[in-house]
Structures are given as structure tokens and as C-alpha cells.
């Protein structure tokens, strides 16, 4: 069956430091992979998209990076800041007519100050 | 431009009880989703919208779990009875399905608690 992992323990950054979050994944061969952040008492929030013919994406202080021979993405968020601190989500779409999203459980993401 | 709207934000039940969650989705959205998050995993799809139409609801519980979009709009969602296990956050989510931007954009979910 599908499964998607991520770092199920918190994560704890020193603000100005790279957060360096990992998804894997298998027995997918999903078209797209996305990034959402959620804040406690909130839905996700859409940060970024890479499809399987990209290597790597940026916004911002934001990059992510897919690799399809690996079967896994990192998130890397740069001089991370307090105000990071939240749950990232990492999300595969199969792209089609069917494309509702299949999510891992999350990383918790604390960035002391 | 404004959000996906739900309500309630909040519902506390009995078990064996019936419940109805609502969705308004972005304006112009024709792809609506309903997803159920249970304590500390990620959100799992439960049914999929193409304006009144459903393209997924494999994941649906249909002995219990029933949803409608009439007239391609707004959503509901209802379990029917409820069970303990049903306690989760129940989030809608709406997309352009521009063939460019799969984006989903998530409501503040409606919070369930089965007892």
C-alpha cells in the first residue's frame, strides 16, 4: 500500500539556522508533490509545488527538492525565524481527474529563538 | 477574495448520534474535497467533487458517511450514526482545477468530538 513518512518527532532549529525537513516515500508514483504548513486550530496552507520532472523548486526563503529515484523530497526553509515553527505537511497527487491529495503525518518544526 | 468557509467550527456528540458539516468553497472553485484529520496524522481524503459530480469517494465510509453538492456549490457532509472513531477534524478544500495550479485551498475544518 501507499505510504508516505516524514519526521513524526518535533524538529528544533536555532532561529537563523536551515530546517532541513525529509519526505519519502513508496509505492507511489505520484505526478506532483506539494508542501502545506498548519497551525494548531487551522487548515493547511499551500507553500509550494514540484512536479516529477523537477529537480528542485524555490520561493522565497523556501526550496524543495524532489528526486523520483530516491522516492523523497526535502523541504529546506532558510534563516529560519520563530514565526516558522508549525507543522509541515508533504502531500503527492497523482495529477488525472482523481487528484485528491494523499498527506503524511507531518513534521512539528520549532525554531528557538 | 474570501476563503473556504465551514461550519460549524465546533460539534460535540454522542455516539449513534447524526451530525452535518458545511462547506462554501472559493468562488468559481468547480473541484471540491472533503478530508477527515484525526489526532496528529495528516488529512485523508474522503470524497472528491467535480462541480455536482463525485470522481473519488473510495475512501468514503458509505454505510455511514454521505456527502451531496447540489448545484455544484456549497457541500455537506453527514455521518450517520456517529462512532468514537469518527472524532477527527473534518476539512474542505477547493482547487481552480486549472490544469496549472493544483493548488487546494483548505477551510478551517469543523471540529468533531464523539463521545
Known amino acids: 500500500s501507499q505510504k508516505i513518512e516524514q519526521n513524526s518527532e518535533a524538529l528544533n532549529i536555532q532561529e537563523g539556522k536551515t530546517a532541513t525537513l525529509t519526505c519519502n516515500y513508496t509505492?507511489?508514483?505520484?505526478?506532483?508533490l506539494q508542501w502545506y504548513r498548519q497551525d494548531p486550530g487551522r487548515g493547511p496552507v499551500f507553500l509550494l509545488l514540484i512536479r516529477e520532472n523537477e529537480k528542485e523548486k524555490r520561493k522565497e526563503r523556501l526550496k524543495v527538492t524532489f528526486d523520483t529515484t530516491l522516492k523523497q523530497s526535502l523541504f529546506h526553509i532558510t534563516a529560519s525565524q520563530p514565526a516558522d515553527s508549525a507543522t509541515y505537511l508533504c502531500a503527492l497527487g497523482s495529477g488525472g481527474g482523481a487528484d485528491g491529495l494523499t498527506f503524511g503525518k507531518g513534521t512539528h518544526l520549532i525554531i528557538q529563538p | 477574495e474570501a476563503g473556504v468557509a465551514q461550519s460549524p467550527r465546533y460539534k460535540i456528540i454522542e455516539k449513534r448520534q447524526s451530525v452535518a458539516f458545511w462547506c462554501n468553497p472559493i468562488s468559481g472553485h468547480a473541484t471540491l474535497y472533503w478530508y477527515q484529520q484525526i489526532l496528529g496524522q495528516g488529512p485523508k481524503l474522503l470524497i472528491q467533487?467535480?462541480?455536482?459530480?463525485?470522481?473519488?469517494d473510495s475512501q468514503l465510509p458509505k454505510d455511514r458517511f454521505s456527502a451531496e453538492r447540489l448545484k455544484g456549490v456549497d457541500s455537506t457532509l453527514k455521518i450517520q450514526p456517529a462512532k468514537l472513531e469518527d472524532s477527527a477534524v473534518y476539512l474542505c478544500?477547493?482547487?481552480?482545477?486549472?490544469?496549472?495550479?493544483?493548488?487546494?485551498?483548505f477551510g478551517p475544518g469543523t471540529r468533531l468530538l464523539v463521545l
Open positions: 478544500a477547493s482547487s481552480a482545477r486549472d490544469r496549472a495550479q493544483e493548488t487546494q485551498y
Open positions: 509505492n507511489y508514483s505520484p505526478a506532483y
Open positions: 467533487f467535480q462541480n455536482n459530480g463525485v470522481v473519488d
